[in-house]
């Protein structure tokens, strides 16, 4: 089921999607999905969402975030094998994930568009398949580690490709400039998945109607189960902690020249089984 965060007449709250349109989710069971995801009441929520008469239709809402607090926003990068020979620099696989943190106002959500900073023009896209962690655990084994996703999201990790290099041993300053990424629609829950599709699912990202990113997870070096077995060794992953997978190949740096993203521009991450993440892009509003 598709779980959401939205804004109507200037109330925030949370709800499912069903054929007749939005649950309200909120009025009949109280707090958010964080809280629901934390209190183990995604099951709950699904039985009352099922059958129950719409209080919205979708086009009469703001969809924000799905998780709008996160306790933690982790991103790991180079993770598609050919992500990491498009970097022409003779290097090896990996032998570990790479991983960076964002926060949370680095994102703006659904058909909102990224802000493009005054401080550079080289604004980049990055689709990705995002897990929601639903189960708390430290230490999980890979064999477990679908037992602790909630559900997927969808993100395009915006990035300012300068500032990625400003400093000598870390990104975190081209990767978390307001609003140069996005996150959303919804979420859809673990439920809709196997193991079987978490480990072959279909992304792709478009720019102005060209694709630009085409891949599958059955290329990931590390995949899902790698990545949260490994974040939970030195993270205490909790309920609501939001991590995303990596990109494929493709993104507007790795263009010659680069295809940076301009004002105007719509962009459109696409993952089977999850749905699409639709931005403009603007400059920043000064």
């Not at 349109?21 to 629901?36: C, F, N, P, T, Y």
């Not at 802000?115 to 999980?140: A, C, F, N």
């Not at 969808?154 to 990035?159: F, H, R, V």
């Not at 309920?239 to 263009?255: E, K």
Request: net charge negative; charged share 25%; hydrophobic share 35%.
């Amino acid at each position: 089921m598709r779980f959401i965060t939205y804004e109507y007449q200037n109330t925030v709250s949370w709800g499912a999607i069903n054929e007749q349109g939005v649950i309200d989710l909120g009025s009949k069971m109280g707090g958010d999905l964080h809280l629901a995801i934390r209190e183990d009441r995604l099951k709950e929520a699904q039985d009352l969402a099922a059958n129950a008469e719409a209080d919205h239709q979708l086009n009469d809402i703001k969809l924000l975030a799905p998780i709008t607090n996160p306790g933690k926003i982790a991103c790991i990068g180079v993770n598609y094998a050919n992500r990491n020979a498009e970097y022409k620099d003779g290097s090896e696989a990996p032998k570990f994930p790479s991983l960076f943190m964002r926060t949370p106002d680095s994102f703006t959500t659904h058909e909102e568009p990224l802000w493009r900073p005054p401080e550079s023009h080289q604004l980049d896209y990055e689709g990705e398949i995002v897990i929601i962690i639903g189960k708390p655990g430290r230490r999980i084994s890979e064999e477990n580690a679908y037992d602790h996703i909630a559900g997927l999201t969808i993100m395009n990790e915006g990035t300012l490709r300068d500032w990625v290099r400003h400093a000598k041993f870390n990104v975190t300053q081209g990767k978390n400039f307001v609003n140069s990424g996005s996150i959303g629609p919804w979420m859809v829950s673990s439920d809709e998945f196997t193991p079987e599709k978490y480990e072959n699912m279909h992304i792709t990202t478009k720019v102005n109607n060209e694709i630009r990113q085409d891949d599958t997870t059955a290329n990931m070096m590390f995949p899902l189960k790698h990545i949260i077995s490994y974040c939970s060794q030195f993270f205490y992953l909790q309920p609501g902690d939001v991590i995303a997978t990596g990109t494929p190949n493709g993104a507007g740096a790795r263009f010659d020249p680069p295809k940076y993203l301009v004002p105007g521009d719509i962009i459109e991450v696409e993952v089977d089984g999850i749905g699409k993440l639709i931005n403009g892009v603007i400059d920043e509003p000064i």
